[in-house]
């Protein structure tokens, strides 16, 4: 049933949201059943791609990363984005009471799972960590991931939609926040606790 709804709420979102909405899925199935899943996309995409093709800005000279080192950041990234995701339901949740929602938790969780959804999937660009087209493939994934937030907050958080605007705009504030600061934790750890093992290409 996940495959499913992930795939119609890239093709037809605003009714998926209705069918999502129905469901009733529990926290712990959508940590393990889903976000388990896709956080592996990008994780190990890139693993496979830093260890077999190497980094590369324009295409010309690739460097690889050490398996052991590629793989201590794979984990690493892996929980941190299980992390950003429950941060970001909980945000939501502490939030929904001033636009007037009636959300449970797991409903915050489920609107952020499925509208993280396409930067999840654009994780697969990782398999040729070229910098400029990891760019281009996370900006448009993060595009659609803001139209789905914005299709999906009347309907999960059943706000009116007069404040399902502002609301929507508050999340993706936050959820911004949030993707900054995951990325310059990412820095510290490599330059410090998980420091990068590169070999030439």
Known sequence: MFIQHMMGIL???????????????????????????????????????????????????FIKLQTSSALMAAVAFYFAMW???????????????????????????LLTTFTATPMFISGLAGLYPMLWLNVMVVLAALTYSIYLLYT????????????????????????????VGLMVTTVILWSTVIPLNYISG
């Open 11 to 61: 093709y037809h979102p605003k009714a998926e949201w209705k069918m999502i909405k129905d469901e009733h899925y529990s926290a712990t199935h959508v940590f393990m059943a889903q976000i388990s899943i896709l956080a592996a996309i990008p994780a190990v995409s890139l693993f496979i791609g830093t260890t077999q093709i190497g980094w590369s800005i324009t295409g010309g000279e």
């Open 83 to 109: 992390i950003a995701v429950g941060l970001i339901a909980y945000a939501i949740r502490w939030m929904e009471k001033t636009y007037g929602g009636e959300a449970s938790y797991e409903d915050c969780l």
């Open 152 to 179: 999906g907050v009347p309907i999960v958080m059943q706000i009116p939609e007069d404040r399902a605007f502002l609301f929507a705009s508050s999340v993706l504030t936050v959820g911004l926040c949030v993707l």
